[in-house]
T-cell receptor
Framework: NAGVTQTPKFRILKIGQSMTLQCTQD?????MYWYRQDPGMGLKLIYY???????DKGEVPNGYNVSRSTTEDFPLRLELAAPSQTSVYFC??????????FGPGTRLLVL | AQSVTQLGSHVSVSEGALVLLRCNYS??????LFWYVQYPNQGLQLLLK??????LVKGINGFEAEFKKSETSFHLTKPSAHMSDAAEYFC?????????????FGTGTRLQVTL
């Protein structure tokens, strides 16, 4: 049972480039989430999804997009990378209204 | 709206000493409360949670926390620290309302354990 997996583990982007952070869960959870973690700031919710085809904005959605075509996958898209998007990104999933299970994270550096 | 305040960004204890990590929350609805631990270069792992019922909650690795509604607190304790407890600890509150349990995190407390 792999739980929540994220790829890549680390990536360096140039300003203006785009990329997709992948997130997959094998627990058949309806709810999935994307967070970013900045030093001394805790985790901030970017987007979340309550099921395939349904997504909604979190606290810090600007500069990001998401899609949810299947229960298992919840990719996060950065269209025009900016230095402010340098962060560690965590994906999480949960059954309805319960504990969230986190992936190992993707460390992104935008130069 | 909900918020979490963790007092002390860094806490240092000696091995074998009591661990106390403080968390106060604000929530307009009865909260779900969580403590997560993050080891270096890893994701977050659930330590324990409070939803309803008993206010003293026991978690993994000997940690426990007590929900005190009157003090809006959910402090994390462990009677005797071990070197392996060195990590960053996050308190979080969940808004029960709505269809998704969105977590609001505190800024974290880094626990250092010394010999």
């Amino acid at each position: 049972n792999a739980g929540v997996t994220q790829t890549p583990k680390f990536r360096i982007l140039k300003i203006g480039q785009s990329m997709t952070l992948q997130c997959t869960q094998d627990m058949n959870h309806n709810y999935m989430y994307w967070y970013r973690q900045d030093p001394g700031m805790g985790l901030k919710l970017i987007y979340y999804s309550v099921g395939a085809g349904i997504t909604d904005k979190g606290e810090v959605p600007n500069g990001y997009n998401v899609s949810r075509s299947t229960t298992e996958d919840f990719p996060l898209r950065l269209e025009l990378a900016a230095p402010s998007q340098t962060s560690v990104y965590f994906c999480a999933s949960s059954p309805q209204g319960a504990t969230q299970y986190f992936g190992p994270g993707t460390r992104l550096l935008v130069l | 709206a909900q918020s979490v305040t963790q007092l002390g960004s860094h806490v240092s204890v000696s091995e074998g000493a009591l661990v106390l990590l403080r968390c106060n929350y604000s929530s307009s609805v009865p909260p779900y409360l969580f403590w997560y631990v993050q080891y270096p270069n890893q994701g977050l792992q659930l330590l324990l949670k409070y939803t309803t019922g008993a206010t003293l909650v026991k978690g993994i690795n000997g940690f426990e926390a007590e929900f005190k509604k009157s003090e809006t607190s959910f402090h994390l304790t462990k009677p005797s620290a071990h070197m392996s407890d060195a990590a960053e600890y996050f308190c979080a509150v969940s808004d029960r309302a709505g269809t998704a349990s969105k977590l609001t995190f505190g800024t974290g407390t880094r626990l250092q354990v010394t010999l």
